[in-house]
């Protein structure tokens, strides 16, 4: 039997206006939200006079690659990249050490003062960075640190995030598991290292990815303890790459994307992680 | 022999504790602790005109005349426009976007990963980016708002705050998306399926449904919004460094000038302890609020 065409066209109607609705919709957003990246990939791939050029030209139809090279080395941006990877990755590396050791020692092993130590390293979740850059300047400075890695690196070789979270997660082992690794003759070390780390994967992988990020984005103190290219970070770089001429705008576009293009990678490798990583500064003040 | 080896364990236990917390607490006592103490001790002393003369004893007469000085009113000001005018806006965008993508549409995926795009650009790039683009001579956004030559945007007074704005809201757009995304999608089919049922209409279900399941992420990206904006440093500073006329000068940027400009330390760490004091507030608020106000979907 034939449904009624009087019936059923007027609902499918409306749903497709509807769906053609929200299809407009969404393209205005992603316009208006996309632009900006948009033209930047344009403009990194146009001469400055052309940027500069009214009307403007929204499609690149004869691409040039040369304000990269351009970018990476007369602009230093391969130095400012490679900076920040080391000191990127070295904090990285000991936040999940020194978090992964404190939490667990938090969690699992009994000794005097341990919750009262524990209340001191949550409590610097309550002292934002900014509010001490003046007195930890004279530190760096007093320790004959300035404009060197160890003042980008050491300031942030813990963190107190991460030692709530690794803590909350080895109390989460379960009992039994201790207590038969005892038995098999474990100590400590080796329980943390063959069954609580292993165990606790997707932690690592989502305290990492906001180490990373948040190390990578530092700017502030970056800015306060280095004054030469060779230990600038590409944050502090973008800075120095913004003072460039306006006959060199195109330079400046791309090398705003080598700066990017290593967190977007990081990203879509990472995307499973993400939410959880992008939000593991929660308990961050 | 058995209570002696007991002991002896004991002891080992405890030293390999304090061994593994060493690490992160040597690294507080010397970059977190000692340097707040620093700061309110600083705040003590009053830094001379000129540089070579020594500090002087003030006690804590320089904390009130600090304080309540027309300057650090003024950054307050700025500060919470700023806050004002980044963090309702971002929240408002955040869930309409991530309501707006999250249908069943072929080709959906492309505008969630262009929605969450802006996650991938640290302050700095964004930053960069819209100073280019809003430049006088060549910027395209000045062209297109009709801005080309004369004053440019970021150097106008009243436009400065509110663009340096739109550049953090962008910035921040994409983790707000993300964030909606994932608490939309954590809503049980359920819950909106009998509202369906029951016959609600998609905008009375979102309102009665959808926002109070929400609560809680909402709540959550405020209080993130409201530090981080207190904490916005990198935008001022790329952006319009303070100017025109301290028109964006907010609270952090007046430390680092303090500081770093001025070589004024005793201003700046009275001013630091009042932005510890502030965002310790804030943070101590969020829990507060966080135990009695906000909606918990698990609870029924």
């Keep these: 039997m034939k449904a009624d065409p009087s019936v059923t066209a007027r609902p499918r109607t409306r749903r497709a206006v509807s769906v053609t609705f929200r299809y407009v919709l969404l393209g205005i957003m992603a316009v208006i939200i996309g632009f900006p990246i948009y033209i930047t990939v344009v403009n990194s791939l146009l001469s400055a006079p052309q940027i500069a050029a009214r009307p403007p030209t929204l499609f690149p139809l004869h691409p040039m690659w040369g304000s990269f090279a351009t970018a990476f080395n007369q602009a230093h941006l391969g130095i400012y990249l490679r900076n920040s990877m080391i000191v990127t990755v070295l904090i990285m590396v000991a936040e999940l050490l020194t978090s992964i050791l404190a939490g667990y020692a938090f969690a699992c092993v009994r000794f005097p003062f341990r919750r009262t130590i524990f209340m001191l390293c949550i409590a610097t979740l309550m002292v934002p960075m900014e509010a001490t850059i003046v007195p930890n300047r004279q530190t760096i400075v007093e320790l004959g640190w300035f404009n060197s890695f160890p003042a980008l690196i050491v300031p942030f070789l813990a963190s107190g995030v991460g030692i709530f979270l690794f803590r909350q997660a080895f109390l989460g082992v379960p009992r039994d598991l201790h207590d038969a690794a005892r038995l098999d003759g474990y100590g400590h070390f080796r329980f943390l290292t063959r069954i609580a780390v292993p165990l606790n994967r997707p932690l690592i992988g989502a305290f990492a990815l906001y180490a990373f990020l948040s190390a990578w984005n530092q700017y502030l103190w970056p800015l306060i303890v280095t004054e030469t290219n060779g230990v600038r970070t590409v944050q502090i770089g973008l800075r120095q790459l913004q003072a460039l001429n306006v006959d060199q705008t195109n330079v400046i576009f791309a090398g705003t994307l080598l700066a990017a293009l290593p967190i977007f990678v990081l990203l879509l490798i990472f995307q499973r992680q993400l939410v959880r990583g992008l939000t593991a500064g929660a308990l961050k003040g | ?300």
Aim: charged fraction near 10%; charge should be positive.
């Design chain 2, 1 to 300: 022999m058995i209570p002696d080896r007991n002991r002896s364990r004991k002891w080992r236990e405890a030293l390999l504790g304090y061994l593994w917390v060493l690490p992160a607490l040597g690294v507080f006592a010397v970059f977190v602790f000692y340097p707040l103490g620093k700061a309110v001790w600083l705040g003590l002393y009053r830094t001379p005109p000129f540089p070579n003369l020594a500090s002087k004893y003030v006690g804590a007469s320089q904390y009130g005349s600090v304080l309540s000085s027309a300057p650090f009113l003024h950054s307050l000001e700025r500060t919470v426009l700023f806050v004002i005018f980044t963090v309702p806006a971002g929240i408002v965008l955040g869930i309409a976007l991530a309501a707006l993508a999250n249908q069943r549409l072929a080709g959906i995926r492309v505008f969630r990963t262009v929605f969450s795009s802006t996650v991938a650009t640290s302050t700095a790039v964004a930053s960069v980016i819209f100073f280019t683009l809003l430049d006088p001579q060549v910027g395209l956004f000045s062209y297109w708002l009709g801005k080309r030559g004369g004053t440019g945007i970021l150097q106008n007074p009243t436009l400065a705050l509110p663009a340096v704005s739109v550049v953090t809201l962008w910035q921040n757009i994409g983790f707000t998306f993300i964030l909606m995304s994932a608490a939309l999608q954590s809503i049980p089919d359920e819950l909106l399926d009998a509202a369906r049922i029951d016959g609600a209409a998609s905008w009375f279900r979102f309102r009665s449904v959808t926002l109070p399941l929400l609560s809680p992420t909402v709540f959550f990206a405020g209080v993130v919004g409201i530090i981080g904006s207190f904490q916005a440093f990198g935008q001022i500073d790329l952006l319009t460094q303070g100017g025109p006329n301290n028109h964006t000068l907010v609270l952090i940027y007046y430390i680092y000038q303090a500081a770093f400009t001025n070589n004024n330390y005793g201003l700046a760490a009275v001013l630091s302890v009042a932005l510890f004091l502030i965002l310790l507030i804030l943070t101590l608020g969020q829990f507060w609020f966080l135990e009695r106000r906000v909606f918990y979907g698990r609870e029924s």
